[in-house]
């Protein structure tokens, strides 16, 4: 089981932190990701790490995100700074099994999803 929080509205310009709690199963060899979508738009992919610690970022938002896991305490997060209001959307986070280095920001690699958490900037 996944869950997300620490979303929630800010002025652009703004930071949030997101995270994701994982349990039910220990996380560590997983890849983990965090997508986003916006209404009446694709889920789009923000950000990867993998079990290793490499991390990969969507162009969007290269140089303001960053990915983190603390495999010690089974959570995921996203510290999200200068934060646009093409940010808005709703974020969930994803882990997948055997998820290869270009399909990191693909959801479709992605096997466990949790429901969301909105982030509106205004």
């Known amino acids: 089981q996944l869950v997300e929080s620490g979303g929630g509205s800010v002025q652009a310009g703004g930071s949030l932190k997101l995270s994701c709690a994982v349990s039910?199963?220990?996380?560590?060899?997983?890849?983990m990701g965090w997508f986003r979508q916006a209404p009446g738009r694709e889920r789009e992919g923000v950000a990867a790490?993998?079990?290793?610690?490499?991390?990969r970022y969507g162009d969007s938002v290269q140089d303001r995100f960053t990915i983190s896991r603390d495999n010690a305490k089974n959570t995921l997060y996203l510290q999200m700074n200068s934060l646009k209001p093409e940010d808005t959307a709703m974020y969930y986070c994803?882990?997948?099994?055997?998820?290869?280095?270009?399909?990191?920001?693909?959801?479709?690699?992605?096997?466990?999803w949790g429901q969301g958490t909105q982030v509106t900037v205004s």
């Open positions: 790490i993998g079990s290793n610690g490499n991390t």
């Open positions: 039910g199963y220990t996380y560590g060899p997983y890849c």
């Open positions: 994803a882990a997948g099994e055997f998820v290869s280095g270009k399909d990191r920001l693909v959801s479709s690699a992605y096997r466990y």
